[in-house]
């Protein structure tokens, strides 16, 4: 039997974007939608809720369902409650407090680097840093003072294990804003890593 032809990517936005082979591949494997049917918006920055849903999917988490949510800015009328609660209690995502997560926010590259080692130990994938691999792996970087203490163990995790990479010789830039292109890149990695792809 021949294998089936991969889905069409509708996404116009995207010709000659240099995550295009990344986001078609990644929309064929339903790990990502666009904005509109024909506007996947690569430069758009992704929320912190909808991060949460991506890294879920990548790791083909099944969906809970919940009738209370432990976060008062999380409504459970809201798309994203399911998936921040659920992201939540398998320790992958925390929020700012008990209490708030700030879903609509925009997440930050450290966030993302956090989330993602989270994840991906979670499913027992990558290499686990040793505090002297890190403090070696983080020397690499001249911005490495602006990385928060939390994030340093992340994005070393993160560096290397290839899921994430500078944004120019040298930097992290840990506190810049992620954009959809740059999210969906790690995402297919996380995909590809927690399914041995």
Known sequence: MPAPSPIECPFTDITGHWAESSITEAYQKGLVDGMTTSQFAPQTLITRAQFAALVLRALGQQSS??????????????WYCTAINQAADLGLIHGYSQTQFGPEDPITREQISVIV???????????????????????????????????????????????????????????????????TVVILKVYQLSHDV
């Open 65 to 78: 369902s919940y009738n209370q949510s432990r976060f008062a800015d999380v409504p459970l009328t809201a």
């Open 117 to 183: 080692s989270r994840a991906l130990l979670f499913r027992e994938k990558g290499i686990e840093v040793s505090e002297s691999q890190m403090a070696q792996i983080l020397n690499t970087l001249s911005d490495q003072s602006q990385i928060s203490l939390w994030a340093r163990a992340g994005v070393a995790f993160c560096l290397s294990n290839g899921i994430m990479t500078g944004r120019d010789a040298g930097l992290f830039v840990p506190a810049q804003n992620s954009t959809r292109a740059e999210a």
